[in-house]
T-cell receptor
Framework: DTEVTQTPKHLVMGMTNKKSLKCEQH?????MYWYKQKAKKPPELMFV???????INESVPSRFSPECPNSSLLNLHLHALQPEDSALYLC???????????????FGQGTRLTVV | KNEVEQSPQNLTAQEGEFITINCSYS?????LHWLQQHPGGGIVSLFM???GKKKHGRLIATINIQEKHSSLHITASHPRDSAVYIC??????????FGKGTLLTVNP
C-alpha cells in the first residue's frame, strides 16, 4: 500500500462552518505534511508533523488547526475560513530518514475546498 | 528570484516527440524531486534524485550537483503525458521548495 488517502475529495463550506479534512497512510511514514495549492501555483507548505509532533508551522492563521492523533492519521480542522482560503489542500507523507536525501514524499489526491 | 527555476513554463509537443524539461536551483540540496500533477488532481512523485540518473519506463531524470541543474526527459511522448511537471528540492530539513511547474501538452 503506497497510497495517501484524503477525504473528502471536495468540500464546500460557509464562513461560519467548522469542518475537518482527513489524511491517512499505512506506509509506516512518521512525517506528514499539509500543503495548500492555489490555481496555477506551486504547493505551499503549511505544517509538518514528525513522530506525531508538530515540527513546522509556516505561520499559518489559527483558523487552520492541524492534528495528528496517531502515526497513520493527519487532520486539518477548519473554522471561520475566508473565501481566499479556497484552494486544493494536499497531504503528503514520508519516512523520517537520515540523511534526508533518502526521504521520498508521497502525496494524496487532495481536497478541493471552496469557501462561500 | 525563486530558488527553483523551471523552463520552459509551457511546452506543446506532438505525439512521439522527445521532451526535455529543465530545472535549476540556487541552494544546497539533499535531494531533488520530479513530480507530476494532472489538472485538478493530486501530485504523483516520479523521481527522487541526489546524484546521477534514473530511468522509469519512458521517463529519464538526470541531475548535475556541481551545476545545480536537473532535467526530466520523456521519450516517445503520448497525450496521456499531458500534465504539469514540477521540480522540487529538499534542503536540510523536511521542507520542499517547489518550482512553478511546466505545463506540458502533447497533441495526438
Amino acid at each position: 500500500d503506497t497510497e495517501v488517502t484524503q477525504t473528502p475529495k471536495h468540500l464546500v463550506m460557509g464562513m461560519t462552518n467548522k469542518k475537518s479534512l482527513k489524511c491517512e497512510q499505512h506506509m509506516g511514514h512518521r512525517a506528514m505534511y499539509w500543503y495548500k495549492q492555489k490555481a496555477k501555483k506551486p504547493p505551499e507548505l503549511m505544517f509538518v508533523y514528525s513522530y506525531e509532533k508538530l515540527s513546522i508551522n509556516e505561520s499559518v492563521p489559527s483558523r487552520f488547526s492541524p492534528e495528528c492523533p496517531n502515526s497513520s492519521l493527519l487532520n486539518l480542522h477548519l473554522h471561520a475560513l475566508q473565501p481566499e482560503d479556497s484552494a486544493l489542500y494536499l497531504c503528503a507523507s514520508s519516512q523520517v530518514r537520515h540523511p534526508l536525501r533518502d526521504t521520498e514524499a508521497f502525496f494524496g489526491q487532495g481536497t478541493r475546498l471552496t469557501v462561500v | 528570484k525563486n530558488e527553483v527555476e523551471q523552463s520552459p513554463q509551457n511546452l506543446t509537443a506532438q505525439e512521439g516527440e522527445f521532451i526535455t524539461i529543465n530545472c535549476s536551483y540556487s541552494v544546497g540540496i539533499s535531494a531533488l524531486h520530479w513530480l507530476q500533477q494532472h489538472p485538478g488532481g493530486g501530485i504523483v512523485s516520479l523521481f527522487m534524485l541526489s546524484s546521477g540518473k534514473k530511468k522509469h519506463g519512458r521517463l529519464i531524470a538526470t541531475i548535475n550537483i556541481q551545476e545545480k541543474h536537473s532535467s526530466l526527459h520523456i521519450t516517445a511522448s503520448h497525450p496521456r503525458d499531458s500534465a504539469v511537471y514540477i521540480c522540487a528540492v529538499r534542503g536540510s530539513n523536511y521542507k520542499l521548495t517547489f518550482g512553478k511547474g511546466t505545463l506540458l501538452t502533447v497533441n495526438p
